[in-house]
């Protein structure tokens, strides 16, 4: 991982915590839902869902440009325009774990990211 960025209000989940939330989403990856997982603001879970399965659809939405470092997988994101999204990434979501600075328009994004019905 990248050092945390304090300015951008980065704190790293512990191994532990990483881990757990890892499991669990690749648990509800393995069950019925078929569906890439949708990282908000939550770079250290992107990394720990890919270590723990390399072929684990997910996308990282994510403010700080390191992280292009994952290519393709990594999309811009800024809570400021959460609207400003590549439209093919729109409501093509079932899963979607978000952890933005003071949990800003979580609802908002969620809404535009998930599946629809
Ligand atoms: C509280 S941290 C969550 C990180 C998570 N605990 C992890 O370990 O992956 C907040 C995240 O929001 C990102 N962030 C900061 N400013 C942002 C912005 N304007 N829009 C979207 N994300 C932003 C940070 O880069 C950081 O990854």
Known sequence: MV???WRLSQ????VETAKTVAKEVLKLCNGSVISPVACIACPTLYAYLKNMDPNA?????EYDKRFEQYGCDYTFY????PE???LELKHSFKIVVADPPY???VKLIA?????EK
Do not use: G, K
Not at 57 to 61: D, G, I, R
Not at 78 to 81: E, G, P
């Open 11 to 14: 704190f790293w989940y512990s």
């Open 84 to 86: 400003e999204l590549p």
């Open 111 to 115: 809404e535009i990211l998930f599946a």
């Open 103 to 105: 949990l800003v328009r």
């Open 57 to 61: 659809p997910a996308q990282l939405f």
């Open 78 to 81: 800024d809570y400021n325009h």
């Open 3 to 5: 050092s945390e960025e």
